[in-house]
């Protein structure tokens, strides 16, 4: 290492002016095998296969044992792709938490899994029999499986080498897979569970369906993006009025069947009149079956006065509308002049279809639309009316469930197309397989304008959402699927419930428990839970474990759940020796019911389970199963915790199953504290694309810089927060890496030259290092806190700020004469290295979480060893005499005072009245008492690093350099008086007094003398 004093010399320099009066031997320099440049790229791969070699995990295990155990548990990444530069971060989050846990004195574990099932797996295989020309419909279930679960298996080894070579560290040589054997079972356990409890149920609701894949999505499984729609203003003529029916007490009781209701013609203030509805989607017109409003919007009668005559909207018609949107409806018609006739209340008015008695449709459309109050109907956008189709949105469906209003129509199919018996538009496409808008759309907007039912169209874009594995957009569809309830009384193994006791209520006392990191998670999920509708956890596809359950049906559209205690075993133990395949070969039903039932009369349930529920079971499958991850938590009294860490959007996604699922099967959350992180984006902060060109590989990074550089980006980023990277940044972050380094390498090479037996007690020791020492008792503190809170940007902070500007740029600065000039006995000196011994065994441990290749690197470099290493070191324990905040307070004043002097030599520098500072001896002006008490107590040319120095009890001159923001000091630059040390330097008018060493000074004569004796005394 090449490093510049403060005094303007470099040590080769000052090496190379000694050698010529033969000093260069006596000095004692840095020395170290240490590499300045670090190589990394080369170096950390031997360092992982050295891990390897002496099975550093093993004895992370064994140092750990008694300790109370930290479980990093590992959410699943999907086992489809190399990794990208989001999983990096993930995984050296985690790898942080495990190993700065271990060094607070946890047993730190952490086994790696991955999520194997589901249909980002099944495309990959679809695709590879499509471009063999391979039809999948006629592959049998159980081969295309064992396809899946090979194709998984393949990747699973590629991440698996690229997560190790980030560093990261744990049981790689047994993760956990959630389409291994035992976990497909443990699985199959889990959903009867739910059967048992009585919350899982067939039910026939809207969900979100992906045309383009043929299976309903949870809300984890969709984004959402900008998208644009049609959107159309639609005539709903009123037909009827709704009188109230009267109890015996003449309170209102309800209103009459809209079946019932008295013709329009009896009511001459609505007669003519038509509600008017806005939609996005046209194509959900045919499954209208109601029209909602709202009871805290004003409405009324508007009648058309001016309109072009080719115009939707005709002069004298009359449309009731909210208030505050009939401008903004009128524009979007075309309309330029209306009335408002009178106010209105929707509560009792009944409408027809806008395509009732439409010819070709035959009477399908020819029933009463009755107007009902709806809590989601506001007026901010539209028309103050919201078309209710039930089959195809979740605030239509359960409205017209609460209104009764009848059975829900279906009226699109799986493949996005009108069923056949949909008139006028039976195969019209809502969708096609690619995800595009089809014709539907346009067919219903052709019959509306045809039947005198279309005021306006118009187009909007707005975010909607779309599968997050195919990206197109999804429709809303009524479907048979299997649900986990949310709001139904958990059943007791005897059939008893506890009211309220809900797996909503649960889950939201349980989040309450949990630490959040950052806090605002708390609130997300707690919404999330709040507002969430009954869990679909069924999904019509082949590659994953199986609703394993058996039914009957009632004849009234609902299913009896068999519940059978020795079906349930046979079909776990099943799926434990051959995996869920089993549940799909030649005579699985007879298998599995036995001779006990009929295989005629209970039909299997093919349909597999939502991927989410998979990973929100790997609890069960891994934390309870395996020694090493068994914990004993608080709301056993145990002092354990368990940790999940995932990007932000798992609020929605894997906490989430977790929670529901652990709060269904065990009454509690299955974890005790949750960290989230945000994205990764560029350094302008858009999102990465390949078509962009602004993606950063992890793979590219390592190869060019290594792994720490990765490692010190993420500490050293706000990750509750959106990250960015790029070339500049990383730049920047090799930059400080660099400094970091080249800190490591000065302490190695001082380091060479301690002994032990040399030490010198604290008692003894200098201020300076007593102070270093206080600092050290600090950081201790900062670091604990900041690695025991999550918060590895404070750990970065602060140890960089330590290392750069009070180790390299102060105390280094400031001692680096008396370490490379003092004599062998100098108290100074030895009580230096001492402090430098202290200082690397802290350091150096500390950083090991946040750069771990670095960190073992150094470590072994000092400590050659076959089998030791830095990760199987707890963080040292502080001596309590080494806080000294007196002697802190005394020295942030004496380096006010040095920031003042250090500013007036480099005026001095500029104007080139000195090159070193050894040059110059300030005479320093204080005139505040505590400043000048603090500085009188040390020796301010060794602090100031000048060759002598004079301290003033006044203001000093009025040229006198001063800062404004060190009131009461002044410096006057003077050069030092005498000759230039031939050793050391410095100037002094000793040099010359020792007849033996004429051209050093007395100190430097002695530490010649010192080394001579010492050389004689080896030989």
């Known amino acids: 290492m090449t490093s510049r004093n403060s005094d303007g010399r470099s040590e080769n320099e000052a090496a190379g002016e000694s050698a010529a009066r033969d000093y260069s031997s006596t000095l004692f320099l840095p020395q170290t095998d240490f590499p300045m440049r670090a190589g990394l790229p080369q170096r950390e791969p031997e360092l992982l296969a050295r891990w390897e070699r002496i099975d550093l995990y093993g004895q992370q295990r ?58 980002p797996i099944e495309w990959k295989i679809e695709e590879q029999y499509r471009a063999k020309g391979k039809n999948k419909d006629e592959v049998p279930v159980v081969e295309f499986r064992q396809e899946c679960r090979a194709f998984a298996e393949g990747w699973i080894d590629v991440q698996r080498a690229e997560f190790k070579r980030l560093g ?25 569970k739910f059967a048992g409890n009585g919350l899982l149920y067939r039910g026939s609701k809207p969900v979100m369906w992906s045309v383009v894949e043929r299976t309903a999505l949870a809300e984890a499984e969709v984004e959402y993006h900008d ?98 949107l009939a401008g903004e409806v009128f524009k979007a018609a075309r309309v330029t002049g209306w009335e408002r006739r009178r106010q209105v209340d929707p509560t009792h008015l009944v409408c027809a279809h806008p395509l009732a008695g439409v010819e070709g449709t035959k009477g399908y459309f020819d029933f009463p639309v009755p107007v009902v109050a709806g809590d989601f109907v506001t007026d901010e956008t539209g028309t103050g009316f919201v078309h209710i189709a039930p089959g195809h949105g979740a605030d239509d469906f359960n409205l017209y469930i609460a209104e009764r209003l009848g059975e829900v129509p279906h009226t699109v199919g799986p493949d996005g197309r009108y069923y056949d ?157 051959e995996g869920a395949d089993a549940w799909y070969k030649e005579g699985a039903a007879r298998r599995f019911l036995g001779n006990d039932y009929d295989a005629n009369e209970w039909t299997k349930v093919d349909d597999i389970l939502d991927v989410w529920f998979d990973s929100g079971s790997t609890h069960a499958f891994t934390l309870e199963v395996r020694a090493d991850l068994k914990v004993n938590r608080a709301f056993t009294g145990g002092p354990d915790r368990v940790m999940y860490l995932e990007g932000s959007d798992q609020h929605r996604g894997w906490f989430h199953s977790s929670l529901l699922e652990s709060c269904g099967t065990r009454g509690r959350p299955p974890y005790d504290v949750v960290l989230t992180h945000g994205f990764v984006l560029d350094e302008q902060g858009r999102k990465m694309s390949k078509s962009v060109g602004n993606v950063v590989a992890p793979q590219e990074v390592i190869k060019s810089s290594g792994a720490d550089i990765l490692r010190l980006w993420v500490c050293a980023s706000d990750y509750s927060d959106d990250l960015r990277i790029g070339p500049e940044i990383l730049k920047t972050t090799v930059e400080t890496y660099r400094k970091l380094r080249n800190t490591l390498r000065w302490l190695l090479g001082s380091l060479h030259h301690y002994r032990e037996a040399e030490r010198i007690a604290y008692a003894d020791m200098p201020a300076l290092e007593r102070m270093v020492l206080h600092r050290l008792v600090e950081l201790d503190a900062t670091v604990r806190e900041a690695y025991a809170a999550f918060d590895f940007k404070r750990v970065n902070a602060a140890l960089t700020a330590f290392m750069t500007s009070e180790l390299s740029a102060f105390y280094f600065d400031v001692r680096k004469d008396a370490l490379y000039c003092d004599p062998i006995s100098s108290v100074t000196r030895r009580a230096c290295l001492t402090v430098l011994d202290e200082v690397f065994n802290r350091l150096v441990v500390w950083l090991a979480p946040i750069l771990p290749f670095t960190a073992e690197e150094t470590w072994l470099s000092r400590f050659p060893s076959e089998t030791g290493s830095v990760h199987l070191v707890t963080f040292p324990e502080m001596p309590a005499k080494w806080r000294d905040d007196t002697l802190a307070d005394e020295w942030r004043k004496i380096r006010l005072v040095r920031r003042v002097v250090l500013g007036a030599l480099e005026v001095e520098r500029a104007a080139k009245r000195i090159g070193s500072s050894l040059e110059a001896a300030p005479v320093i002006h204080v005139t505040d008492p505590n400043l000048f008490a603090a500085v009188s107590a040390v020796d301010l040319a060794e602090v100031c690093i000048t060759s002598d120095a004079h301290l003033v009890p006044d203001e000093g001159p009025s040229g006198a350099f001063r800062l404004p923001d060190v009131p009461g000091v002044a410096v006057v630059a003077a050069k030092a008086v005498g000759e230039k040390c031939a050793r050391s330097w410095k100037i002094s008018p000793l040099v010359g007094t020792d007849p033996e060493f004429p051209d050093v000074t007395p100190r430097d004569a002695m530490a010649l003398r010192e080394l001579a004796a010492a050389r004689r005394a080896a030989e």
């Open 62 to 119: 064994k140092e750990g044992e008694g300790r109370p155990r930290f479980v990093l548990h590992d959410g699943p990444p999907y086992a489809n792709g190399n990794i990208h530069i989001g999983h990096a971060l993930n995984k050296i989050l985690k790898d942080v938490v495990v190993r700065s846990q271990g060094a607070l004195g946890h047993d730190s574990n952490y086994v790696p899994g991955w999520d194997c099932h589901g249909l």
């Open 168 to 192: 990261v560290e744990g049981d790689w040589s047994h993760p956990y897979v959630t389409m291994s054997y035992d976990a497909e079972a443990q699985i199959a356990r889990e959903i009867v």
């Open 227 to 324: 998208h644009t729609s049609t959107t159309i203003y639609v005539k709903f003529p009123v037909t009827g009025y709704r009188e109230s029916d009267a109890t015996a007490g003449g309170l209102p009781k309800g209103l009459k069947p809209a079946s019932e209701a008295d013709d329009i013609h009896l009511f001459p203030s609505y007669e003519g009149a038509s509600v008017v509805i806005w939609t996005t989607t046209p194509w959900t017109i045919p499954g209208n079956r109601a029209v909602a409003f709202s009871k805290d919007v004003t409405y009324a009668v508007y009648e058309v006065t001016e309109a072009p005559a080719d115009n939707w909207a005709k002069v004298g018609e009359h449309f009731i509308l909210a208030d505050k």
């Open 421 to 577: 018996h949909v008139p006028l538009f039976a195969g019209h496409r809502v969708m096609d397989d690619k995800g595009k808008d089809g014709d539907a759309n346009d067919a219903v907007i052709k019959a509306l304008a045809a039947a005198d039912k279309l005021i306006a169209r118009g187009r909007l874009k707005h975010q909607y959402p779309h599968s997050w594995r195919s990206k197109a957009p999804v429709i809303f569809r009524n479907t048979p699927q299997w649900f986990i309830a949310m709001d139904k009384d958990i059943a007791a193994a005897d059939g008893s419930s506890t009211k309220g006791d809900t797996l909503r209520a649960r889950a939201l006392g349980g989040i309450a428990g949990v630490d959040w990191v950052p806090a605002s998670g708390e609130n997300r999920i707690t919404g999330m839970i709040e507002n969430r509708p009954d869990w679909v956890v069924s999904r019509q596809r082949a590659w994953g474990v199986p609703i394993a359950v058996f039914v009957k049906d009632r004849g009234d559209g609902t299913v009896e759940i068999l519940r059978d205690e020795q079906v349930n075993r046979r079909i776990a133990d099943a799926f434990a020796a």
